[in-house]
């Protein structure tokens, strides 16, 4: 069985640090795009970017360029997003996805999602 | 606002069928692939529809999705309280930066 699997809830003050993870199982974790989506309390959803964890070869929404970095420990089939200074803002929860290609919308699997709070 | 736009809600009675619009442009649905998801609440989206039509194993023959040039369209057929959820549709858009665009969502309630 395909799971994805993300690390728990953070709250964090404004301008720390943050990495949050995503676990793949069940398939060649290698073989497939992992994608990362913001949802803000009461609001849709946005695609942030994507990374291929053979290569980590990734790419971003320009929206959220400089502002994030994704990266993979293929060793441990993890992916990470990670924040340098965090933000009120940044507020949400954070899905990891599985998409068999860049270019496909189609992502067939998602992690349970990670809640992230900002605030002083 | 988003690139992809869909009805901020729909509602239906059970057993009765509903449709859910999404509406791109040239750079998105016009010329990629349009996905579907159903996201209950509290919990994470789930793919519902692929590549325009597709449905992966799984999902009933209930939904079913279309597209005709820069607009697509979910259907559910045979509505169910269990129904009851947000709709998103995706694709992707190659204007300025290839990236994923997400329609709004849309708020299915069965009445």
């Known amino acids: 069985e395909v799971q994805l699997v993300q690390s728990g809830a953070e709250v964090k003050k404004p301008g720390e640090s943050l990495k949050i993870s995503c676990k793949g199982s069940g398939y060649t974790f290698t073989n497939y795009w992992i994608g990362w989506v913001r949802q803000m309390p009461g609001k849709g959803l946005e695609w942030m970017g994507i990374i291929y964890p053979g290569d980590s070869d990734s790419r971003y929404n320009p929206s959220f360029q400089g502002q994030v970095a994704m990266s993979v420990d293929k060793s441990i089939s993890t992916a990470h997003l990670q924040w340098s200074s965090l933000k009120a803002s940044d507020t949400a929860m954070y899905y990891c996805?599985?998409?068999?290609?860049?270019?496909?919308?189609?992502?067939?699997?998602w992690g349970q999602g990670t809640l992230v709070t900002v605030s002083s | 606002q988003s690139v992809l736009t869909q009805p901020p809600s729909v509602s239906a009675a059970p057993g009765q069928k509903v449709t859910i619009s999404c509406s791109g442009s040239?750079?998105?649905?016009?010329?990629?692939?349009v996905s579907w998801y159903q996201q209950l609440p509290g919990t994470a989206p789930k793919l519902l529809i692929y590549?325009?039509?597709k449905r992966p194993s799984g999902i009933p023959d209930r939904f079913s999705g279309s597209k005709s040039g820069t607009s697509a369209t979910l259907g559910i057929t045979g509505l169910q309280t269990g129904d009851e959820a947000d709709y998103y549709c995706g694709t992707w858009d190659r204007s300025l930066s290839a990236h994923v665009v997400f329609g709004g969502g849309t708020k299915l309630t069965v009445l």
């Open positions: 590549d325009n039509n």
């Open positions: 040239s750079s998105n649905i016009g010329e990629n692939y």
């Open positions: 996805a599985r998409s068999s290609a860049y270019g496909d919308a189609g992502f067939d699997s």
